[in-house]
């Protein structure tokens, strides 16, 4: 399959990536507006998608938007926040199919229209958002903030990273807090809103059958960038020496323990043992044929699930597992054994290769998704990255056994954290 990817900037702070391929039927579309993660601002950086996605002043109803998109053949808009890093990246999608399945020469640029329209021409009143818009949105998140609680399992692990980085902006909850919705309100939102269109740096990826030099004339027909000083978003620190291990333990009306361990690993993601980190890791906990499933799961049956996760960008490291609220100290024993373990060296060159093969075909696995070549393109601009899919899959080939113990001697606990059974 050819790919071709071509990255160039447009304006200020506003950078395209332009990814061409044949595989896909579709077009997606994906803009990106990336923000500090800070305290001040998360909760209004989670709500703006919401209340854009309301309607605009052309289309002033979410079902007027959709009407819309149902004239573009079917046209999926989505929108998102996400934490990446010390990053909070609200993002505006739209698939479309392509023009040459439907004769329609001109798809590409009215999608493009439409997307413009969402983030850059907003229904207003009295030069503010729509008060019901804005107020039934704040309802909205406040829901899916309350609803958090909902997933244990992912709960755990989130609760797990903001206690290990309490004092860090790593920490911040990405739809952001409760507390905040009271003082936001549609004037306050909508002057944000015009702030971080104008300051905020942005990434656009465009993904499909598409010729470069159509495209790029396209985006700068149809959006009008109108650019501030844009901010800039300091790198994440991640080296970090533990002083005291966190210990934190929570109670809930629930029937099976969630143990998370939080760890630095002080393995940045542009060092050279970054890629034999994940290898260890994956060795570590990265499936059926780990390290932690067979000694914790398989051999002592004291887990129902486990694994380890490592977050790229702030360079940490998640084992979660769920476990019978009496098996913790023996849990926690076997979890710190097998980590031990991986620093000595006590792994075979089986297990290396089975590794490989299993990073080798989740990133492979990424060609057969355009969000997922979106997500992968945006993450290699934050980290500097020019290296594409193969080059990244020939490092992962070259990591060798030296280089797994030397990445992962470094790793340390942060915290333990335990979500029990109330008394």
Do not use: W
């Amino acid at each position: 399959m050819k790919l071709e990817n071509i990255r160039q900037k447009i304006d200020e702070g506003v950078f395209l990536n332009l990814i061409s391929t044949e595989k896909f039927k579709t077009n997606l579309i994906s803009f990106y507006i990336i923000r500090p993660l800070k305290r001040d601002e998360v909760t209004k950086n989670a709500l703006i998608p919401l209340v854009l996605k309301r309607g605009t002043k052309n289309y002033n109803s979410s079902i007027n938007i959709q009407k819309k998109l149902e004239t573009l053949y079917g046209a999926n808009l989505s929108i998102d926040v996400n934490k990446m890093g010390e990053r909070q990246v609200i993002r505006f999608s739209i698939e479309a199919v392509n023009s040459e399945f439907v004769k329609e020469e001109n798809l590409l640029k009215q999608v493009l229209v439409m997307l413009n329209e969402v983030l850059y021409n907003p229904y207003i009143e009295n030069n503010a958002f729509s008060r019901e818009y804005v107020n039934q949105e704040k309802e909205n998140l406040r829901k899916k903030i309350i609803s958090r609680i909902n997933d244990k399992k992912q709960y755990a692990v989130e609760r797990c990273i903001e206690e290990m980085c309490k004092n860090e902006r790593y920490g911040l909850y990405t739809y952001g807090y409760i507390e905040d919705l009271d003082d936001i309100n549609n004037i306050k939102l909508y002057e944000h809103y015009k702030s971080i269109m104008e300051t905020s740096p942005m990434e656009i990826s465009v993904i499909g059958n598409i010729e470069k030099d159509k495209v790029l004339k396209l985006i700068k027909d149809c959006f009008s960038f109108e650019r501030k000083e844009i901010i800039d978003i300091p790198r994440e620190n991640v080296v970090k020496a533990i002083k005291t291990k966190n210990m934190i333990s929570e109670s809930l009306d629930i029937n099976q323990g969630k143990l998370c361990l939080g760890l630095r690993t002080n393995v940045p993601y542009e060092d050279k043992l970054y890629e034999p980190f994940l290898v260890g890791n994956n060795i570590l906990g990265g499936g059926a044929n780990s390290k932690l499933f067979e000694a914790i799961r398989e051999k002592e049956s004291l887990a129902y699930y486990i694994y380890s996760k490592s977050f790229k960008y702030k360079s940490i490291m998640i084992i979660a597992s769920g476990i019978e609220f009496e098996n913790f100290d023996k849990a926690l024993q076997i979890i710190k054994e097998q980590i031990n373990e991986m620093k000595e060296g006590k792994f075979s060159e089986s297990d290396i290769e089975d590794a490989k093969n299993s990073i080798v075909t989740s990133i492979r696995s990424m060609k057969d998704s355009n969000f997922s070549m979106s997500e992968f393109y945006l993450s290699q601009a934050f980290t500097k990255d020019n290296r594409n899919m193969d080059e990244i899959i020939d490092n992962i080939r070259d990591v060798n056994k030296e280089d797994i113990i030397n990445a992962l001697k470094n790793i340390n606990l942060d915290t333990i954290y335990f979500l029990k059974k109330k008394e």
